[in-house]
Antibody
Framework: QITLKESGPTLVKPTQTLTLTCTFS??????????VGWIRQPPGKALEWLAL???????RYSPSLKSRLTITKDTSKNQVVLTMTNMDPVDTATYFC????????????WGQGTTVTVSS | EIVLTQSPGTLSLSPGERVTLSCRAS???????LAWYQQKPGQAPRLLIY???SRATGIPDRFSGSGSGTDFTLTISRLEPEDFAVYYC?????????FGQGTKLEIK
């Protein structure tokens, strides 16, 4: 069974750095064709793709957020970490991590999401 | 960046009806890289269709996808009560891997 779970703070202050961890099981991020990405969803709004890291450590970022995002992986711990600097109230959202595979060329398994509020 | 535009924004329909949702891309997307997701309130999205027309594991055959180039559609042949949700398309053809803004299906 493949699962992913997001963890991190539920509340951050403006200008702070957000660090989210995705811990997964049931697959390996060292397997060719696999990636783990982050997607967010502000309350009542649409999904927004943020970043993706592939098995070979190739990384992709949303251009509008690229200067603020860093995605890394720890294959031995089955974790992917997303950091977002200079948080603003508009970054308030539910943040999802999810698995990508070349088999589907889609995001086939999602975490439950974690809600992050940015407020002073 | 490829912009995906979904239409309509909201549809009010009754169970049993047939519905077609549209996803239009600002530039051509290989059909292999177009997916559809369903999201219910308080839940994570669920993969429905990948490669524009292939159903993901466990997805009922009332869901079908089609299209190529810049125009893609998701069809639900006969709406069940559990199908009322928000539907998103996403492309993995070119980074950033953008989503459409979603179509909400609501019960009439």
């Amino acid at each position: 069974q493949i699962t992913l779970k997001e963890s991190g703070p539920t509340l951050v202050k403006p200008t702070q750095t957000l660090t989210l961890t995705c811990t997964f099981s049931g697959f390996s991020l060292s397997t060719s064709g696999v990636g783990v990405g982050w997607i967010r969803q502000p309350p009542g709004k649409a999904l927004e793709w943020l970043a993706l890291i592939y098995w070979d450590d190739d990384k992709r970022y949303s251009p509008s957020l690229k200067s603020r995002l860093t995605i890394t992986k720890d294959t031995s711990k089955n974790q992917v970490v997303l950091t977002m600097t200079n948080m603003d109230p508009v970054d308030t959202a539910t943040y999802f991590c999810a698995r990508f595979t070349y088999y589907y060329y889609a995001t086939d398994v999602w975490g439950q999401g974690t809600t992050v509020t940015v407020s002073s | 960046e490829i912009v995906l535009t979904q239409s309509p924004g909201t549809l009010s329909l009754s169970p049993g009806e047939r519905v077609t949702l549209s996803c239009r891309a600002s530039q051509s997307v290989s059909a292999s890289y177009l997916a559809w997701y369903q999201q219910k309130p308080g839940q994570a999205p669920r993969l429905l269709i990948y490669g524009a027309s292939s159903r993901a594991t466990g997805i009922p055959d009332r869901f079908s996808g089609s299209g190529s180039g810049t125009d893609f559609t998701l069809t639900i042949s006969r709406l069940e009560p559990e199908d009322f949700a928000v539907y998103y398309c996403q492309q993995y053809g070119s980074s950033p891997y953008t989503f459409g803004q979603g179509t909400k299906l609501e019960i009439k």
